[in-house]
Nanobody, 127 residues
Framework: QVQLVESGGGLVQAGGSLKLLCAAS????????MGWFRQAPGKEREFVAV????????YYADSVKGRFTISRDNPKNTVYLQMNSLKPEDTAVYYC????????????????????WGQGTQVTVSS
């Protein structure tokens, strides 16, 4: 079992920044990739960013590329999402996810590739 707890969400004006944090506990030695997803009201949960086990590989959704940065600190079992130049369309509940699976790319992007999810943290960007 793995427990994931997100923090760092909040209300920010357009153009501002937030940094999300996801702390993992439990069987963290089994975690491979870690990702961030988001879900806006009335929409499906969508992929945002992923980082490989070592941290050497990352991948981003086109909508956030160049504005968001994912990173991880393995000794602290923590993954971060630095979000800059925020837009109202970034408003959503952001979820951290952990994968136990080994994939070719090391950076899975499908919801079904992830085994554990956090409860989510709300990010609201005002215009």
């Amino acid at each position: 079992q793995v427990q994931l707890v997100e923090s760092g969400g909040g209300l920010v004006q357009a153009g501002g920044s937030l940094k999300l944090l996801c702390a993992a506990s439990g069987r963290t030695f089994s975690i491979s990739a870690m990702g961030w997803f988001r879900q806006a009201p009335g929409k499906e949960r969508e992929f945002v960013a992923v980082i490989s086990r070592s941290g050497s590989s990352t991948y981003y959704a086109d909508s956030v590329k160049g504005r968001f940065t994912i990173s991880r600190d393995n000794p602290k079992n923590t993954v971060y999402l630095q979000m800059n130049s925020l837009k109202p369309e970034d408003t959503a509940v952001y979820y951290c996810a952990a994968s136990f699976r080994t994939t070719v790319s090391g950076t899975p992007r499908r919801r079904n590739d992830y085994d554990y999810w956090g409860q989510g943290t709300q990010v609201t960007v005002s215009s």
